[in-house]
């Protein structure tokens, strides 16, 4: 399947996904009373795709924090017992996350309740050479230790893009041989690997496969790169072809970074027209959900009206119906229409040579352009009164020494970022928007 597509073939495809989950028609609108039953269901109505495995996974990459970057452990562990006790029991970490203390605040959460309640996800985080056989065992047994475990359920090859970065980091360092050993071995349940690249990127890795034997893939995928995505690869093009292979999948991203939560007014609108009673949000989720193949959906709820709002959606699941897969499309399609920057703040770029918050510099920027504080020219109405509110609110979230115009394009964060953008040009631009506001000049 050509990853360019047009709407006839993605309804064709998503009307196969419908079939083949056995979609209904729109359910009528619940109550109030409704959703609040919802969430006090347990763990045996969580939608299961693969037996055993809640179909919302818990993403430990953004766990609530204070202002110093200090992990607020008691809210982890409010979050996890809550997580549990409603069916979600896969909890993918990685040594990264959280500038390193992700695996074991998820750890100490966890350690609280029966090792087999619930599944470990974590991964090999090399991505800064030079890279050897040592500097990736080091960060395997590291894990062990964090999560006080004798095997982890599921492990990843963390962020490749294609063959190359396989064959520098795993293959010419003796790595995964000696993971599939401790696959063999039961120490790691389940091997595969995260992608974030290009279409060939991707088939090099699934031709790989009778090599390797992959357990399992990540992807990203939601509704907007299903067949719009502005990266290299669309997510049609990796979930059919996982598929027809028969490999189960993670899926990372459902709400594209956050995006997929808050969208711009307008857009907000169609959704809420359909749905009045359901969060933004809960459309991707239910998107995502309705595809069979897709063996846990990953999601990196901060607080606890972030997973009981995804629990109200995945405890006795509605997939979605054809009609609501189009509107879906219509959706991404018009999203393309914003000039948004494509991250998701997963902050890999970081820490920055030059000191600028290159995450936050985007998510102001993106956040404005969502809630209709951007502003276009001079011509608009209130020009003088946004143009100056958008000039202080910058300085606000992000500090002047921190902001884009420091960046002196060192390409440093390029090699890091998952969703392959080019960072410094981004910058670059906001800078010269930003510049001109200062002048008037817009």
């Known amino acids: 399947m050509s990853d360019t597509m047009d709407r006839r073939d993605f309804l064709k495809i998503s009307g196969a996904a419908a079939a083949s989950a056995g979609l209904a028609a729109c359910a ?3 109550s109030t009373a409704a959703s609040e039953s919802k969430q006090s269901l347990g763990p045996d109505h969580m939608e299961q795709h693969f037996p055993g495995i809640g179909l919302l996974g818990f993403g430990c ?21 809550y997580a549990l006790a409603h069916g979600v029991n896969y909890y993918d970490s990685a040594p990264v996350y959280l500038r390193g203390q992700s695996e074991r605040a998820t750890a100490i ?3 609280r309740h029966p090792r087999e309640s619930y599944i470990i996800a974590t991964k090999c985080s090399n991505f800064r050479g030079p890279w050897s056989f040592e500097q990736g065992r080091d960060l395997y047994l590291k894990s062990f230790e964090n999560f006080e475990t004798d095997y982890i359920d599921y492990y990843l090859l963390h962020s490749l893009s294609g063959y190359a970065s396989f064959k520098m980091r795993f293959e010419d360092t003796g790595l995964i041989d000696y993971f599939a050993r401790e696959r063999e071995a039961g120490r790691i349940r389940h091997l595969g690997f995260s992608f974030h690249g290009p279409a060939e990127g991707f088939d090099e890795m699934m031709a790989l496969h009778d090599k390797y034997h992959w357990d399992f893939v990540q992807i990203q995928m939601n509704y907007s790169d299903w067949t719009h995505a502005k990266r290299d690869v669309n997510a049609i093009h990796m979930y059919e072809k996982l598929t027809e292979m028969n490999i189960p999948i993670v899926l990372m ?5 956050g995006r997929l939560a808050t969208q711009p007014a307008a857009i907000t609108d ?10 933004v949000a809960s459309w991707a989720f239910r998107f995502v959900g309705s595809f069979p193949q897709i063996m846990c959906v990953l999601s990196g709820m901060t607080r606890m009206e972030h ?8 405890l006795d699941f509605e997939p979605l119906s054809q009609e609501e897969f189009r509107l879906l499309d219509e959706v991404a399609v018009r999203m393309n229409e914003y000039p948004q920057v494509e991250c998701n703040d997963c902050k890999y770029c970081l820490p920055c040579p030059y ?15 969502k809630a209709g504080t951007y502003v276009v020219s001079s011509e608009q109405k209130h020009y003088a009164r946004v143009r100056k509110k958008y000039l202080l609110e910058y300085n606000k979230a992000v500090p002047t020494v921190r902001q884009a115009d420091h960046c002196i394009g060192c390409k440093q964060c390029l090699e890091t970022c998952p969703q392959q953008l080019n960072i410094p040009d981004e910058l670059h631009r906001i800078d010269r928007y930003v510049e001109a506001l200062k002048q008037e000049k817009l």
Do not use: C, H
């Open 253 to 257: 991203e459902p709400l594209l970074g």
């Open 61 to 81: 990459m953004r766990w609530p924090s204070s202002e110093d970057g200090t992990i607020d452990q008691e809210a982890v562990n409010e979050m996890v017992d």
């Open 28 to 30: 009528p609108k619940t």
């Open 270 to 279: 169609m959704l809420k027209a359909e749905r009045p009673d359901k969060s």
């Open 355 to 369: 000191g600028i918050d290159i995450p936050g510099v985007f998510k102001f920027y993106n956040d404005n352009i």
């Open 307 to 314: 997973l009981k709002d995804n629990l109200e959606t995945y």
């Open 109 to 111: 959460a966890l350690l």
